[in-house]
Every structure is written in structure tokens, then in C-alpha cells.
């Protein structure tokens, strides 16, 4: 699908490369049951980077209990011939919320200047992440995906867009956003931001975690960029949707005491 990182050419560098270029960039990506796709995906994701000149380049591959298709051993197996691959053993996480907050603060750890979140099995494209490092390197806090700008794309099933649509409305009236795409996962962070979307806590555990997040970067200077979206095969379940309107009362309420 995608050049692998051992097979391709030399890249030509991005003219976003003059600010990219030393910058310490941190991949995360939960991966349950991605054997199919996992070590292509990982390659195609470095490949799309490695013309920016980022160094390190590190790709934080978030594993936990909910895998079960043998992706830990195939990524772990792979990382021993691609040093740019670091495989998170998580087991203490409860979901992929707790999965992405864990590889973030590896990624802090690390010294990453940026830090990118990024579905695996493709669902998220990784030819997009130039139109990301070109928005970052303009010197903003935050960068999102948005599957609803012009250029963008949602190939969900149609129940899932309409709570995508709906959810994205009722979080901007509610939280005094102003974003196209309130849902998505894909986004890129400065390390200032992110530590400080960290300080501020992330309490939904559910798929409203990167609607709290995007909240939570109120007042920093963000952009959206348009993407594709392949996944969201499935529906969103009523418990998640509770969920998520119990956390936007929250977050509602913190935001009337002048506390978002």
C-alpha cells in the first residue's frame, strides 16, 4: 500500500524542513489486534516523516491486554531491525483513552518537541502528516485532523458521521469551540501544549477523551487541517454516548465557573 521505510528512495526534504528539520518527533499509536496491517503501517507512517528531518523520530506503539492477534510479537520483532520503533507494553491501561495518554507521556519522556497521535490499520492516512508538519511549523500550539473541511472525508458508516456531526455541534455551542471536527483523532502537539492538556486531566475514558482534549486547548493557537477517515465500521454504542454527555456536562459546568 505504502514504500516501506527499508525500501524507499532518499527523500527530497518538505519546505517545512527548515523548522522540522533536528526537531525531536514523537509518534503515538495504540495497536490492538493490528497483525494485518501493524509493521506496514508503522513503515508507511516513518516513510511519510522521514523527509522532514525530525531527530530523533520515535514511534511510540501503545500495546495492552485488548491484543490478542500476536501484534505485540510482530512490532517487537520488527523493532529489532528498525530503531526508530519503541514498543509500549501497557497492560495497566483500560481502553485506548488510557492507551494514548500513556504513550504521550512517553513521549514527553523522551524529549519529543511534537507530538502526533495517529489511528493504526490505516484508518487514518499518513500521506496526510505534510499538511500537519506545514501547519506546525507556521509556529502553532496544535494541530487537528477535521474529516468535514473541504478536501476532508468521513468513510464511516452513516450512524457514526451523524454522531460525529451532532457531537461536534452540540460540544462548540456548549464549549465555546469553533472547531469543524470535535471528534477526531488525529492531531499533533507541541510539547508545551500537550503537557498542559495533561496538567489540566483527562477524566473520559470513552471516544469523548478527544473531544475533553480538544477543550482542554481552548485559548492555544490551533488549526484544523482536512483528512480521510476509513474507519468507523462499527457504531457508537449507548453506553459510550452516555458516557460522553455526562463528561460534556462536566466540562460544561468547569467552563461556567470560568474553569476550562
Given at each position: 500500500?505504502?514504500?516501506?521505510?527499508?525500501?524507499r528512495?532518499a527523500?527530497?526534504p518538505?519546505?517545512?524542513?527548515?523548522?522540522?528539520?533536528?526537531?525531536?518527533?514523537?509518534?503515538?499509536s495504540?495497536?490492538?489486534?493490528?497483525?494485518?496491517?501493524?509493521?506496514?503501517?508503522?513503515?508507511?507512517?516513518?516513510?511519510a516523516?522521514?523527509?522532514?528531518?525530525?531527530?530523533?523520530?520515535t514511534?511510540?506503539?501503545?500495546?495492552?491486554?485488548?491484543?490478542?492477534?500476536?501484534?505485540?510479537?510482530l512490532?517487537?520483532?520488527?523493532?529489532r531491525?528498525?530503531?526508530?520503533?519503541r514498543?509500549?507494553?501497557?497492560?495497566?491501561?483500560?481502553?485506548?483513552?488510557?492507551a494514548?495518554?500513556?504513550?504521550?507521556?512517553?513521549?514527553?519522556?523522551?524529549?519529543?518537541?511534537w507530538?502526533?497521535?495517529?489511528?493504526?490499520?490505516?484508518?487514518?492516512?499518513?500521506?496526510?502528516?505534510?499538511?500537519?508538519?506545514?501547519?506546525?511549523?507556521?509556529?502553532?500550539?496544535?494541530?487537528?485532523?477535521?474529516?468535514?473541511?473541504?478536501?476532508?472525508?468521513?468513510?464511516?458508516?452513516?450512524?457514526?458521521?451523524?454522531?460525529s456531526?451532532a457531537?461536534?455541534?452540540?460540544?462548540?455551542?456548549?464549549?465555546?469551540?469553533?472547531?469543524?471536527?470535535?471528534?477526531?483523532?488525529?492531531?499533533?502537539?507541541?510539547?508545551?501544549?500537550?503537557?498542559?492538556?495533561?496538567?489540566?486531566?483527562?477524566?473520559?475514558?470513552?471516544?469523548?477523551?478527544?473531544?475533553?482534549?480538544?477543550?482542554?486547548?481552548?485559548?492555544?493557537?490551533?488549526?484544523?487541517?482536512?483528512?480521510?477517515y476509513?474507519?468507523?465500521?462499527?457504531?457508537?454504542?449507548?453506553?459510550?454516548?452516555?458516557?460522553?454527555?455526562a463528561?460534556?456536562?462536566?466540562?460544561f459546568a468547569?467552563?461556567?465557573?470560568?474553569?476550562?
Open positions: 500500500m505504502f514504500p516501506s521505510a527499508e525500501t528512495g527523500a527530497a518538505t519546505p517545512a524542513a527548515a523548522v522540522t528539520a533536528g526537531l525531536a518527533l514523537g509518534v503515538v495504540p495497536m490492538a489486534n493490528e497483525a494485518d496491517t501493524a509493521v506496514e503501517f508503522v513503515s508507511a507512517v516513518l516513510a516523516c522521514a523527509p522532514h528531518g525530525f531527530d530523533p523520530l514511534f511510540f506503539a501503545v500495546v495492552d491486554r485488548a491484543s490478542h492477534d500476536g501484534t505485540r510479537a512490532l517487537e520483532a520488527y523493532a531491525r528498525e530503531p526508530r520503533l514498543v509500549v507494553w501497557a497492560p495497566e491501561t483500560q481502553g485506548v483513552a488510557d494514548y495518554v500513556r504513550g504521550y507521556r512517553e513521549a514527553l519522556a523522551a524529549g519529543c518537541d507530538i502526533l497521535e495517529i489511528d493504526a490499520g490505516f484508518s487514518h492516512d499518513p500521506t496526510a502528516l505534510d499538511a500537519f508538519f506545514a501547519a506546525m511549523a507556521a509556529g502553532r500550539d496544535c494541530v487537528f485532523g477535521s474529516r468535514f473541511l473541504a478536501g476532508g472525508s468521513n468513510l464511516g458508516i452513516l450512524r457514526r458521521r451523524f454522531v456531526r457531537g461536534t455541534v452540540l460540544a462548540n455551542a456548549l464549549l465555546g469551540t469553533r472547531l469543524t471536527d470535535m471528534t477526531s483523532g488525529y492531531e499533533l502537539f507541541s510539547r508545551d501544549a500537550l503537557a498542559a492538556v495533561l496538567a489540566k486531566g483527562i477524566r473520559s475514558r470513552g471516544p469523548f477523551f478527544q473531544t475533553e482534549i480538544k477543550a482542554s486547548c481552548r485559548g492555544l493557537d490551533v488549526v484544523e487541517v482536512p483528512i480521510s476509513a474507519g468507523g465500521d462499527r457504531g457508537v454504542g449507548g453506553q459510550a454516548i452516555a458516557e460522553s454527555l463528561n460534556l456536562s462536566r466540562l468547569r467552563r461556567l465557573r470560568g474553569a476550562l
